[in-house]
């Protein structure tokens, strides 16, 4: 029975690890996810995707200026990273 609990604690932390972040910026003060992306592309991001997350930040999904695979969360307000993986 312990190591069945251990088992769903150490599942359960590695969920919440993986969650999304949550921003809380209403919608009328976001930036346009167009301009957005350009933003991006001209700080070297090659963007793949650019979405709205269940938590409610922009998600990249894309490559980094070195070329390395990335999920960056942003703040639709501030555009400032929440969260990158």
Same mark, same amino acid.
């Given at each position: 029975?312990?190591?069945?609990?251990?088992?769903?604690?150490?599942g359960?932390?590695?969920?919440?690890?993986?969650?999304a972040?949550?921003?809380?910026?209403p919608e009328?003060?976001?930036?346009?996810?167009?301009?957005?992306?350009?933003?991006?592309? !001209?700080?070297?991001?090659? %963007?793949?995707?650019? *979405?709205?997350?269940?938590?409610?930040?922009?998600?990249? +999904?894309?490559?980094?200026? !070195?070329?390395?695979q990335? %999920?960056?969360?942003? *703040?639709?307000?501030?555009?400032?990273?929440?969260?990158? +993986?």
């Amino acid at each position: 029975m312990k190591k069945m609990l251990v088992m769903i604690a150490a599942g359960a932390a590695s969920f919440s690890a993986l969650a999304a972040p949550t921003c809380n910026a209403p919608e009328e003060k976001w930036v346009s996810p167009t301009y957005f992306e350009a933003e991006l592309q !001209a700080q070297g991001y090659q %963007v793949e995707s650019l *979405d709205i997350s269940a938590g409610k930040c922009f998600e990249l +999904k894309g490559k980094d200026k !070195a070329g390395k695979q990335v %999920v960056v969360y942003f *703040d639709p307000e501030t555009t400032e990273v929440v969260d990158k +993986k």
